[in-house]
């Protein structure tokens, strides 16, 4: 195990949720609270996947999608997008962006961990 | 679950927050709101907190809300008619949710079957019924996960293709085979028949199919779940071969698990308030006191930036606590700065909620029937900006039901429903507000208005424009293509005051129209307007702003991709298309500027209005945060320019219009080869500037 996430929402409570429940199946986690510092977090490092929110300042979740796939370091790195309920046509905009799937808000913490399962094994 | 008690004080929260909602929704519905946002608003709510309720394994709440939530499901998509009794049900509905959050929060036990009298009147609307099992069928979704247990044997035959944009988006069919293991056995057969020669591969592209028999108690959801992500990315064909034992399909599942529901016990609910009245989330503050804080703050980023620009060549060995303070100070500014401007950030619903009543009034008028969806109003967006949004959306709905939606008959003769549909929706891109209002009605008639642009001499004869060209010359001014004057949407007159107004705003706004299917006006805006990010640049001395999201990229181009028509339009050739150039001194008629542009910087810039031009500047400065500045309050508007902003010395820089240059430069070759040379703008600005607004134009130090 020792997988390691990147998961990025400008809500700190959703961050601690993400992590928490993360970590506590033997993940590694990273935090950061925009699409930027994301960015800044990650350097050139690799990690086995991205779990992002969508609304967040500076760079938004479907910026960072686009700019992570521009980046051939993580241009096969599996990116989930966290939407909120009702709201496909975000989940369309994040497969667009060329996200691998997506969360819907609020999540159970056992579906969290079943579909970071899904596309990182 | 306990190890998730830190989260559950914000999970209250929320629910306190949502209970008040679900409450203030109530109350309009039974004063007889028809608007279908207030429904959505009550499922919203109590989706979310079956959700959290989930989470923390609160069953009796999960299980309430869930049916609750089935029968609100109903009554918004108008299975189950809005009657007074139906309301009355979900005012109950509503007591008996907070009671059983409150004793969730508070820990205390509620007796196995509260609230089942309520549940059971749901049932009854809901199924017609009041039998509870029928009801406890579906609950089983939320409350329990592990019923597949008792479920049929299925044989699922599968076939799989993934097309090459599965790997794009990262997803990987092995993952999914071991996906498909954990629900039964499973074999697969790989279909090897499109793989090419090696030589011939393409590693980007797919080429082997699956085919997979799974035989699983799983349901045929479940299995399709597998394949969440990559329905779209992928054939994907799943046939059930048989039921192997179908004896079951009648089973029961047990009652018991959610709190008994189907126990006939009359217990009336405990006759508690909501719990919302004690906790209070937010409070109201004057616009005014906000206002103030806002340009305090906005003075103190310049105040800020004017420090750190004077301290920079500060040698840092020498003063390192002086230096750790100004980035400290820095950081600070930035973080209050978004603070405050995170308080004036308000939803959208607030305008998108008039909207309703507006089309029901004018469909009525119109006689045309008219269904309007509104999506992502919770986007949130500056308080100002807000005030300002609501006329353009106003007039541009005014428009669609007007001259866009077809009468009833027409459409029902064209083969399309009876009722138009409007669709409202709102979201953020790349830090703006992206507002879109589109109908499914005829399409602009492209042949009327490009006569009417010729008869008003708006284009010239031999001109032939392209037919996103034609579609918004409805912005032009004084534009009207409706046959006959009505007294919804006048002469047209507006669209260009839209287009105006929107602009003074640094937004955009255009229109994409397909004929005989619809048209879409597409509107950005900034989120704010009070602070925006701009690149600095110079020409012939003086510092301009160029906004951030109108910048493509800067360049220093190659002599070699530089070219000049005869009607003296320079060209900058970039990666196979030529774009126009403009020059910032021919239009503000700067001397001393570098006029050959192989030895200037060009920086690209984007509008819906041209598409992309260069704008030559002598130098690029740098990127930072500006504080707007109205031009026309402190001084007068000046074309080409939309506002102004003072920057780290003192001195005033004007923030370009894009648009506005584009258009003085093209106005300038058609009227003169060359314009002569005044005096530079920025120093009247300056002068201006520090007349009307001493404070503001603070001289530079040392």
């Known amino acids: 195990m020792g997988k390691k996430v990147l998961a990025v929402d400008d809500s700190k409570t959703m961050r601690d949720m993400v992590s928490f429940t993360l970590k506590g199946a033997g993940y590694e986690v990273l935090e950061a609270a925009d699409g930027l510092l994301a960015l800044d977090a990650l350097g050139n490092q690799s990690v086995d996947l991205v779990i992002t929110d969508i609304n967040m300042p500076n760079m938004d979740g479907i910026g960072l999608v686009k700019a992570l796939r521009q980046n051939p370091a993580y241009s096969s790195t599996p990116i989930l997008v966290l939407t909120t309920e009702s709201d496909d046509s975000k989940k369309n905009e994040g497969r667009e962006a060329g996200a691998t799937g997506w969360i819907v808000k609020p999540f159970e913490p056992e579906k969290l961990l079943k579909v970071v399962q899904k596309v990182c094994g | 679950m306990d190890e998730y008690e830190q989260f559950k004080t914000t999970y209250f929260a929320e629910c306190a927050e949502l209970l008040g909602d679900v409450e203030v929704q109530l109350s309009a519905l039974s004063t007889g709101s028809e608007d279908p946002e207030v429904l959505h608003a009550i499922f919203r709510a109590v989706h979310s907190i079956k959700a959290g309720a989930g989470a923390f394994k609160y069953t009796q709440l999960a299980a309430f809300s869930h049916e609750f939530e089935a029968l609100l499901d109903r009554m918004r998509d108008g299975r189950i008619p809005v009657t007074e009794t139906g309301v009355s049900l979900l005012f109950r509905a509503s007591d008996i949710l907070s009671a059983m959050v409150e004793s969730a929060e508070s820990k205390t036990e509620l007796t196995g079957n509260f609230g089942s009298q309520i549940l059971d009147e ?425 906004p951030i999201p109108n910048i493509v990229e800067s360049l220093r181009p190659p002599k070699s991709s530089l070219k000049q028509l005869p009607t003296g339009q320079s060209l900058v050739s970039i990666r196979g298309s030529y774009i126009p150039l403009c020059f910032l001194h021919r239009i503000f008629h700067l001397g001393g500027a570098i006029t050959d542009p192989a030895e200037a910087l060009v920086v690209l810039v984007e509008s819906e209005e041209f598409g992309t031009t260069g704008i030559v500047v002598d130098e690029l400065i740098g990127q930072q945060q500006v504080v707007i500045k109205s031009l026309e309050s402190n001084y007068k508007s000046v074309a080409g320019i939309s506002a102004a902003t003072i920057l780290g010395n003192g001195k005033v820089a004007p923030i370009l219009d894009i648009e506005a240059i584009y258009r003085i430069s093209q106005q300038d070759l058609r009227n003169s080869p060359l314009p002569t040379a005044s005096d530079g703008l920025s120093g009247v600005l300056q002068d201006s500037l520090a007349r009307t607004n001493p404070q503001l134009a603070t001289p530079s130090i040392g």
């Open chain 2, 122 to 546: 749901i049932s009854i609307m809901v199924n017609g019924k009041s039998s509870a099992p029928a009801a406890s069928k579906e609950t089983v979704n939320v409350a329990t996960e592990d019923t597949s247990e008792s479920e049929a044997v299925t044989v699922y035959l599968i076939d799989f293709a993934p097309k090459a944009e599965l790997f794009k988006h990262a997803n990987e069919p092995l993952l999914i085979v071991r996906e498909l293991k954990t629900l039964g056995e499973l074999s697969a057969t790989p279909i090897l028949n499109q793989l090419p020669p090696l030589g011939k591969m393409d590693g980007e592209e797919a080429y082997i199919a699956w085919q997979f028999k799974l035989t699983s108690k799983a349901r045929l959801d479940e299995v399709e779940e597998v394949f969440e992500f990559v329905t779209e990315d992928c054939s994907l064909e799943i046939t059930s071969e048989a039921n192997l034992d179908a004896t079951e399909m009648e089973e029961d599942i047990p009652v018991s698990e959610i709190g008994n529901p189907a126990s006939p016990a009359n217990t009336p609910p405990a006759a508690k308030g909501p719990v919302t009245a004690a906790k209070v989330t937010s409070i109201r503050v004057d616009l005014d006191r906000i206002d103030r804080l806002v340009n305090m703050v906005g003075e103190l980023v310049i105040t800020q930036s004017m420090l750190s620009q004077q301290t920079s060549d500060l040698p840092a060995e020498q003063f390192p606590s002086m230096v750790r303070g100004l980035e400290e100070l820095a950081l600070h500014t930035r973080e209050l700065q978004e603070s405050v401007m995170a308080i004036r950030m308000q939803p959208v619903k607030s305008v998108f909620s008039r909207m309703p009543r507006l089309v029901r009034e004018l469909s009525a008028k119109l006689d045309k029937k008219v269904n309007l969806v509104t999506i992502g109003e919770n986007t949130e967006v500056d308080k100002t900006v807000i005030e300002e949004i609501s006329d353009p959306i106003t007039h541009m709905i005014r428009n669609s039901l007007d001259h866009g939606l077809e009468g009833t008959e027409e459409r029902l003769k064209l083969g399309k429903p009876e009722a138009g549909n409007v669709t409202i929706s709102a979201e953020h891109r790349g830090g703006r507000i992206v507002i879109t209002i589109s109908d499914d009605g005829r399409g602009i008639n492209r042949k009327a208005v490009l006569m009417r642009a010729r008869e008003r001499g708006l284009i010239s004869e031999t001109h032939t424009p392209s037919d996103d060209e034609i579609d918004n010359m409805i912005f032009a001014p004084g534009f009207s293509t409706a046959e006959k004057v009505t007294d919804v949407s006048g002469r047209g007159v507006g669209m260009d005051v839209v287009r105006r107004n929107i602009q003074a705003l640094g937004g955009r706004v255009s229109i994409q129209s397909n004929p005989g299917k619809g048209s879409r006006f597409t509107m950005t805006l900034p989120l704010t307007l009070a602070v925006m990010d701009g690149m600095i640049v110079q020409a012939a001395g003086d510092k301009y702003v160029i």
